[in-house]
Each structure stands twice: as structure tokens, then as C-alpha cells.
């Protein structure tokens, strides 16, 4: 396992770490009804101290358990992060503010976080899943290279009843041919 190198620079954005200076922006941007119950653990009265918290606890680069921060011109307009355990494939996550939308920005951060990603934790694959009311989110994966690979059932802190998500594989190789 690699060290990631912080920060990672991308034509338009920089990833670093995630702070308790963001919290109130990161609560701001999850507690969103819109992207929130895209999300597993963000229910509508998260507050900005467990905000905290969960900064605290996702930075751990070296247990593979983490978020970077998703910054344009210097602000937070979302996350990027991953997560290892166990013989499953890790599994990456992301999210935007909706005011960012539409412009690549998902995209270009999942081809910014990959690479580090895949050398920090030497996995030959890694897995995604998205509700299948995000078509978006299921089309920034499919440009990136992941490979759609079933259907399952979702929970989102900030949904009343499970929903069904799309699956997504990556493999490294894969990534590799198309980065």
C-alpha cells in the first residue's frame, strides 16, 4: 500500500482532505433533499456536529476508510472517498452540490481519485452503486469506465423506504486502458 499524496490536483479541482472547518459547507451540501437521499447516511436533521464527527472518522487514509474534499476555486463543492474491508471490492462514493452540476466536475474527481485510489490499497477492483432515480450519477460512472454489473436494493438515511441502486464494477485494468 502507497501513501496517498495530498493534495491532487485535476485541470479544474484540487481533492485534499476534508476538515472541521467544512463541516457546516459538507452539512449544508448532504442535508440537500437532493442529494441526500442519493446518500447512505445523511438523514435530514444531521447537524453540523456530527458533521465534525463524521470528518473525524473518514480520515483514516491508511485503513482505507476515507473522504477528500472536492474543491473549485477553492471551495467545497463535494466529496470524493472510498472505502476497504473485508474480500469484497473497495468501494468509492461521490457527491456535488447541485449548483455544480452538469459541468464534468463528477467525472473529472472520480479520474483525479482513481488512480491514487488504486495505488493506495492495491485492489484490482473497485465497486460503485447509485439509486436508479440518479441516472446522472449512473452516467458519470459509465464515462469513467465502470462496468454496470447488476441491480440491488439501497438504503438512504434520507429515504423513508429502501430503493433499488444500480451496480457498478471497475477494474483496474480497464482503468487503466481508458485513463
Not at 56 to 78: H, K, M, P, T
Request: with cysteine; hydrophobic share 40%; charged share 25%.
Amino acid at each position: 500500500m502507497t501513501r496517498t499524496r495530498l493534495p491532487i490536483e485535476t485541470p479544474r479541482l484540487r481533492l485534499d482532505r476534508l476538515t472541521r472547518a467544512d463541516a457546516p459547507t459538507f452539512h449544508r451540501l448532504v442535508t440537500q433533499p437532493e442529494v441526500g437521499r442519493m446518500l447512505y447516511a445523511f438523514p435530514p436533521d444531521w447537524s453540523v456536529p456530527a458533521a465534525e464527527a463524521f470528518i473525524d472518522r473518514w480520515q483514516d487514509v491508511e485503513r482505507g476508510c476515507y473522504r477528500f474534499a472536492v474543491r473549485r476555486d477553492g471551495r467545497l463543492i463535494g466529496s470524493v472517498g472510498g472505502a476497504t474491508g473485508g474480500a469484497a471490492p473497495p468501494v468509492v462514493f461521490y457527491f456535488l452540490d447541485p449548483a455544480e452540476a452538469g459541468r464534468g466536475y463528477a467525472t473529472e474527481a472520480l479520474l483525479g481519485f482513481l488512480p491514487h485510489f488504486f495505488a493506495s490499497h492495491g485492489r484490482a477492483e473497485v465497486q460503485a452503486d447509485v439509486f436508479t432515480d440518479n441516472p446522472a450519477s449512473a452516467r458519470v460512472l459509465e464515462k469513467v469506465g465502470f462496468r454496470h454489473i447488476g441491480e440491488g436494493i439501497g438504503e438512504s438515511a434520507a429515504r423513508l423506504e429502501p430503493h433499488p441502486v444500480w451496480l457498478y464494477r471497475l477494474s483496474q485494468s480497464d482503468f487503466g486502458v481508458r485513463s
